[in-house]
């Protein structure tokens, strides 16, 4: 039987060398649905080695997901909601909103539940009639509440009042920045014309 010419390697090196393929063979796999961003940065101009690498940075960085953790999850209307990690299998993470649905989800859409103070969130106010934008002051994990600063003001609200912007959804000024705009110089030039025509008025 004709041996291979293993140079200059010992045994225990080239095991190593075999175990080290069947690690990137296994960060392949989990690269797999990041394929299509892959390309688009090939086509950007980005070497697809560099970006491959970059992404196998990202992912080890990511904070781990486990049973019992709070977290943030996608809901259907683009916002990110507090939720509860049920279980973890395999990807896919079972969790249960705050408000009471429960869903199972890609782990890496989840992000850890962690305020920190001066971070910007949304609250539901029901005396209010909707969502309003605040700042964090504090998490009281015992009673599983945020305290929070609006419009100047402290507000205490449970979990299930709390949501935070996903990255993916752009927010109201960014989508309607033109619209708005073109309000505002007719607003001005509204009030322009409002006053001449009062001064016109009056010099009468």
Same mark, same amino acid.
């Given at each position: 039987?004709?041996?291979?010419?293993?140079?200059?390697?010992?045994?225990?090196?080239?095991?190593?060398?075999?175990?080290?393929?069947?690690?990137?063979?296994?960060?392949?796999?989990?690269?797999?649905?990041?394929?299509?961003? /892959?390309? %688009?940065?090939?086509?950007? #101009?980005?070497?697809?080695? $560099?970006? +491959? =690498?970059?992404?196998?940075?990202?992912? &080890?960085?990511?904070?781990?997901?486990?049973?019992?953790?709070? /977290?943030? %999850?996608?809901?259907?209307? #683009?916002?990110?909601?507090? $939720?509860? +990690? =049920?279980?973890?299998?395999?990807?896919? &993470?079972?969790?249960?909103?705050?408000?009471?649905?429960?869903?199972?989800?890609?782990?890496?859409?989840?992000?850890?539940?962690?305020?920190?103070?001066? =971070?910007?969130?949304?609250?539901?106010?029901?005396?209010?009639?909707?969502?309003?934008?605040?700042?964090?002051?504090?998490?009281?994990?015992?009673?599983?509440?945020?305290?929070?600063?609006?419009?100047?003001?402290?507000?205490?609200?449970?979990?299930?009042?709390?949501?935070?912007?996903?990255?993916?959804?752009?927010?109201?000024?960014?989508?309607?920045?033109?619209?708005?705009?073109?309000?505002?110089?007719?607003?001005?030039?509204?009030?322009?014309?409002?006053?001449?025509?009062?001064?016109?008025?009056?010099?009468?």
């Amino acid at each position: 039987m004709n041996r291979l010419d293993t140079g200059h390697l010992s045994e225990d090196e080239l095991q190593g060398v075999l175990s080290r393929a069947q690690a990137l063979t296994t960060e392949d796999h989990e690269l797999a649905p990041f394929e299509a961003f /892959v390309q %688009a940065a090939q086509e950007a #101009g980005i070497p697809r080695d $560099a970006v +491959v =690498q970059a992404l196998r940075e990202r992912l &080890a960085s990511r904070p781990e997901i486990t049973s019992g953790q709070l /977290v943030y %999850a996608p809901s259907t209307d #683009g916002w990110l909601y507090v $939720a509860r +990690v =049920q279980r973890i299998q395999g990807d896919i &993470a079972h969790i249960q909103f705050v408000s009471g649905a429960e869903v199972a989800l890609p782990a890496h859409q989840l992000q850890p539940f962690a305020p920190l103070p001066n =971070q910007k969130v949304d609250v539901h106010m029901p005396s209010y009639g909707g969502w309003y934008g605040a700042n964090v002051l504090n998490f009281n994990p015992q009673i599983q509440s945020l305290s929070v600063n609006m419009w100047g003001s402290t507000s205490t609200v449970t979990l299930d009042c709390v949501r935070i912007r996903s990255k993916d959804k752009p927010n109201f000024w960014e989508t309607h920045r033109g619209l708005i705009t073109q309000v505002a110089i007719a607003a001005v030039g509204f009030g322009a014309t409002f006053g001449f025509v009062i001064a016109r008025v009056i010099s009468r």
